[in-house]
């Protein structure tokens, strides 16, 4: 493929390399490697521990575990963060996964009042109701970083991310919203691994076999991730460990990629 200096190529092998998806994956190594990893991030930067919003789905479920288990080897704390918008349907999943996370905290923040205001202060009357929406929604992402970062610089803690390759490439995440963290346990993971390593620590079933969901739009609540993306799980897991997919989903996964480039760059200067 052709490109200048201001276009990326995007091709599988390209992609597979720029998110780090291995080749290889053994599901005992990679949870202790990872829960390593943040064990020695800890040390080196001497924070109090780490901090994340938990929703009751599986990849903060699962990240939130092994930060856990890492503040857990290391005598620092982990805070797990609950950041309704008003009440949460799925609330019992949330509570089920602070149980199995074992966090030393957990701190609640109701998001709506401050989402609310923002979103009530901005004219909106002009727009397509799908449009303020999915505007809405994106404050909602961004209101509970907002919340996670004061909490953390409160404590001197650093906040997780929950993104991993299969959100990574489709882009489904809100820039400067769950996209902005400060370290990221299940970079490099496909969907599939995510889940695995969720079983080598332990994680109820239900929490990881939960359809996942951003839940961000009010027109369209519990959306499920994999008919926002027009491809499934198990396709955009398969382009990304390098094996065959149809022309369909691979054009629908390198267009996600290409379009939200913006997303996993530095912003661009003169």
Same mark, same amino acid.
Request: glycine residues 10%.
């Given at each position: 493929?052709?490109?200048?200096?201001?276009?990326?190529?995007?091709?599988?092998?390209?992609?597979?390399?720029?998110?780090?998806?291995?080749?290889?994956?053994?599901?005992?190594?990679?949870?202790?490697?990872?829960?390593?990893?943040?064990?020695?991030?800890?040390?080196?930067?001497?924070?109090?521990?780490?901090?994340?919003?938990?929703?009751? +789905? /599986?990849?903060?479920?699962?990240?939130?575990?092994?930060?856990?288990?890492?503040?857990?080897?290391?005598?620092?704390?982990?805070?797990?963060?609950?950041?309704?918008?008003?009440?949460?349907?799925?609330?019992?999943?949330?509570?089920?996964?602070?149980?199995?996370?074992?966090?030393?905290?957990?701190?609640?923040?109701?998001? *709506?009042?401050? /989402?609310?205001?923002?979103?009530?202060?901005?004219?909106?009357?002009?727009?397509?109701?799908?449009?303020?929406?999915?505007?809405?929604?994106?404050? *909602?992402? #961004?209101? #509970?970083?907002?919340?996670?970062?004061?909490?953390?610089?409160?404590? $001197?803690?650093?906040?997780?991310?929950?993104?991993?390759?299969?959100?990574?490439?489709?882009?489904?995440?809100?820039?400067?919203?769950? +996209?902005?963290?400060?370290?990221?346990?299940?970079?490099?993971?496909?969907?599939?691994?995510?889940?695995?390593?969720?079983?080598?620590? $332990?994680?109820?079933?239900?929490?990881?076999?939960?359809?996942?969901?951003?839940?961000?739009?009010?027109?369209?609540?519990?959306?499920?991730?994999? /008919?926002?993306?027009?491809?499934?799980?198990?396709?955009?897991?398969?382009?990304?460990?390098?094996?065959?997919?149809?022309?369909?989903? @691979?054009?629908?996964?390198?267009?996600?990629? @290409?379009?939200?480039?913006? *997303?996993?760059?530095?912003?661009?200067?003169?």
């Amino acid at each position: 493929m052709q490109h200048d200096a201001g276009q990326e190529i995007v091709d599988q092998a390209t992609i597979r390399a720029a998110l780090g998806v291995p080749d290889d994956f053994d599901a005992a190594a990679e949870t202790e490697r990872r829960i390593g990893f943040l064990a020695d991030y800890l040390e080196r930067t001497g924070a109090s521990g780490y901090l994340l919003g938990i929703s009751g +789905g /599986v990849d903060s479920t699962v990240a939130g575990r092994l930060a856990s288990v890492a503040c857990a080897r290391t005598g620092r704390s982990f805070i797990a963060m609950r950041l309704p918008y008003g009440v949460q349907g799925d609330e019992a999943d949330a509570e089920a996964a602070v149980d199995f996370i074992e966090p030393a905290e957990t701190i609640t923040v109701d998001i *709506k009042p401050a /989402v609310d205001a923002l979103h009530h202060a901005i004219d909106t009357d002009d727009v397509p109701d799908a449009v303020a929406d999915f505007v809405k929604g994106n404050i *909602k992402a #961004r209101q #509970r970083m907002v919340a996670q970062y004061a909490v953390a610089g409160l404590r $001197g803690a650093l906040v997780v991310g929950t993104d991993h390759a299969a959100e990574a490439v489709m882009g489904f995440f809100t820039k400067y919203g769950d +996209g902005a963290f400060d370290v990221g346990p299940l970079l490099g993971l496909t969907k599939s691994r995510v889940k695995a390593i969720g079983r080598e620590l $332990g994680t109820p079933e239900r929490l990881i076999e939960k359809v996942p969901t951003a839940d961000l739009e009010e027109l369209r609540p519990a959306l499920p991730d994999e /008919v926002a993306y027009g491809a499934t799980y198990a396709e955009i897991d398969a382009y990304l460990v390098g094996e065959e997919v149809g022309d369909r989903a @691979r054009t629908v996964i390198e267009d996600a990629y @290409r379009r939200t480039a913006h *997303k996993r760059r530095m912003p661009p200067g003169p």
